[in-house]
């Protein structure tokens, strides 16, 4: 299996910044991808950011030029560099990884638990 380890939500003021990290542990051969999403109350998940492993990055118009995706492939890691943070980003932010598992179990999408960021003074 692998499994995806969230942490650096918490509550902050608006023009406040916090960094996410996302820990992908398990049979992991390679990862692909890896994003970045959130989802607020009452409204679908949308995307952040994402990366690919040529480190090539996309991310939501409501977000450009305020986060920054990166990855540390050699802990198959991702962070979300949050500045700027405005209320609308309160939302629960969840990391997933396009990985191919050791012992030719295959390639998939995996998803973290989620952390809850909240903006708010």
């Known amino acids: 299996q692998v499994q995806l380890v969230e942490s650096g939500g918490g509550l902050v003021q608006p023009g406040g910044s916090l960094r996410l990290s996302c820990v992908a542990s398990g049979s992991i051969l390679s990862i692909y991808s890896m994003g970045w999403y959130r989802q607020a109350p009452g409204k679908q998940r949308e995307l952040v950011a994402t990366?690919?492993?040529?480190?090539?990055?996309n991310y939501a118009d409501s977000v450009k030029g305020r986060f920054i995706i990166s990855r540390d492939d050699a802990k198959n890691t991702e962070y979300l560099q949050m500045n700027s943070l405005k209320p609308q980003d309160t939302a629960v932010y969840f990391c997933?990884?396009?990985?191919?598992?050791?012992?030719?179990?295959?390639?998939?999408?995996?998803w973290g638990q989620g952390t809850q960021v909240t903006v708010s003074s």
């Open positions: 990366i690919t492993n040529g480190n090539s990055t």
């Open positions: 997933n990884v396009d990985a191919r598992r050791k012992y030719g179990l295959g390639r998939s999408i995996y």
